[in-house]
């Protein structure tokens, strides 16, 4: 079934250690994104790339950083964890960044401890 | 940051009821206003979507009402059901200042319980 992967599906991880959530999609869009989803503050963009090899900052980059080596893969970075960084992530893509709807992942739900 | 202002926040209806949800938005370079719905413990899915040249669009039960002049749109359910039950968001698009990044920028969404 085409879609979007993310992996892990829930994470525990002590503040101050690195993690990468990854995100893979099989249906050859150009755009992907990350977003992050908080109670009462909805989603918020973290990072977007319009197509493979470029990246840009969304709303609340502060903290994460990603890479766009190919088209399926789209893996966000957290360096250093803190607890605000407590949230449920969804990454989604589109086949164009101006055009059409987005499909999302199922999401990775992050406790920092 | 671009403004999206979306209410109401929670909206409870008897079934066969109307909810209307509504969005207010900044930007006005772009032609693609989306809704989208999200049930617990998955991502949002795309519900409908309306392009400026038009005023109305309707599919099945859920229709879009666009004003672009007041750069707001809305979102009714039609004899909704306790099956609507879910969080609605909003997403306008979002355009970077620094470059030509573009993606939509969600509101912060509409709790919908529909009561049998």
Redesign the interface.
């Known amino acids: 079934i085409a879609g ?1 992967t993310q992996a892990p599906t829930s994470q525990i991880l002590a503040a101050g250690r690195r993690m990468t959530l990854r995100c893979t999609q099989d249906m050859r869009h150009n ?1 992907m ?1 990350w ?1 992050r989803q908080d109670l ?6 973290i990072h ?1 790339s ?1 197509t493979a090899g470029t990246t ?4 609340v980059p502060d903290g994460y950083s990603v890479s766009r080596a190919n088209t399926d893969d789209f893996p966000l970075t957290l360096a250093s964890a803190v607890p605000s960084q407590t949230s449920v992530y ?1 990454c ?1 893509s589109s086949a164009s ?6 499909t ?4 990775t739900r992050l406790t920092v401890v | 940051q671009q403004q999206v202002k979306q209410s109401p926040q929670s909206l409870i209806v008897q079934k066969g009821g109307i909810p209307i949800i509504n969005c207010a938005y900044e930007n006005t370079a772009f032609d693609y206003f989306p809704w989208y719905q999200q049930f617990p413990g998955k991502g949002p899915a795309l519900l409908i979507a309306i392009r400026p040249d038009v005023s109305e669009k309707k599919e099945g039960r859920f229709t879009i009402s666009f004003n672009k002049s007041a750069k707001q749109f809305s979102l009714h359910i039609m004899d909704s059901q306790p099956g609507d039950s879910a969080t609605y968001f909003c997403a306008p698009p979002w355009v970077s200042n620094s470059n030509s990044g573009y993606a939509l920028n969600f509101g912060k969404g509409t709790s919908l319980l529909v009561t049998p």
């Not at chain 1, 009462?40 to 963009?45: I, K, N, S, V």
């Open positions: 979007i755009a994104y977003y009462g503050l909805g989603l918020r963009l977007y319009n840009g900052k969304g709303e969804f989604a960044p101006g055009q059409g709807g987005y999302f992942g199922s999401g």
